[in-house]
């Protein structure tokens, strides 16, 4: 059963779908990857930058538009760009179920993908365990289930 978030929109209601996450064995969500919208064989776009706190960290998109755009965004908020958008062969993700919003983000490496893991179940983000997959490396030959 999908389960729906419904608000008033100026004054009709509107009601949205919400991804709810496969549960794994062991009671946390398994990576599926719904909302990243690589096409196989073809390869992902990312780049690094500095966060708010200082530390290193990257993004990777679908494709280069994205990465771009993301780019000019992360630079226009006064963050240190610190590589243009690559072409990899893989990228490491995870997914974060909110409940009202599914957000899948896709990082360089393993180890970047574990400093989001750790960013988002810090106690002043407030996610719970149940609501992260693991990190999943995924390379070119991936795409989202239909």
Not at 18 to 33: A, C, E, H, L, Y
Not at 34 to 63: L, M, Q, W, Y
Not at 80 to 94: D, F, N, Q, R, Y
Request: charge should be negative.
């Amino acid at each position: 059963m999908n389960r729906f978030v419904c608000f008033a929109l100026l004054v009709l209601p509107a009601c949205f779908p919400v991804d709810k996450p496969t549960m794994g064995p062991n009671g946390v969500p398994t990576f599926i990857g719904h909302d990243f919208r690589h096409a196989a064989n073809t390869p992902f776009f990312c780049f690094d930058h500095t966060a708010p706190t200082g530390v290193k960290v990257s993004s990777c998109h679908e494709i280069q538009e994205w990465c771009a755009s993301e780019m000019n965004q992360v630079k226009n908020e006064g963050l240190v760009i610190l590589s243009g958008c690559e072409a990899h062969k893989e990228t490491t993700c995870l997914t974060f179920y909110r409940g009202d919003a599914t957000k899948t983000q896709c990082l360089s490496t393993p180890d970047d993908c574990n400093i989001a893991y750790n960013m988002f179940i810090d106690p002043s983000y407030g996610a719970r365990r149940d609501q992260l997959t693991a990190c999943t490396t995924i390379d070119q030959s991936w795409q989202p289930p239909a």
